[in-house]
């Protein structure tokens, strides 16, 4: 799941993985199963993780922005 949506640094690095294994080793040694640290929806505590992360969807979203601000641009070059 994060490595499809997660964020551009989780490729560039292991921090945030590490920070996973850290989470679910303390969970382990209170006698955590691993639903019982990330909850029953593993995508919302996936996502809440990410939250304040620049995605690859991020991105491209801005990078589509960019080429239709341009196309605009264009258009009302043109208008004038």
């Known amino acids: 799941y994060l490595f499809k949506v997660g964020p551009v640094e989780l490729t560039e690095g292991t921090g945030l993985l590490s920070g ?4 679910f080793e303390e969970g382990a040694a209170l ?4 639903l019982e640290v990330t909850g029953s929806d593993v ?3 996936c996502d809440d993780l990410i939250k304040d992360s620049k995605t690859y969807a991020d991105i491209y ?3 589509v922005d960019q080429e239709v601000n341009k196309a605009m641009k264009k258009v009302t070059d043109k208008t004038k």
């Not at 996973?20 to 989470?23: F, H, P």
């Not at 006698?31 to 691993?34: A, C, D, N, S, W």
Request: proline share 0%; glycine share 14%; hydrophobic share 50%.
């Open 31 to 34: 006698g955590k199963g691993v």
């Open 20 to 23: 996973i294994i850290d989470l």
């Open 61 to 63: 979203q801005e990078s």
């Open 43 to 45: 995508a919302a505590f």
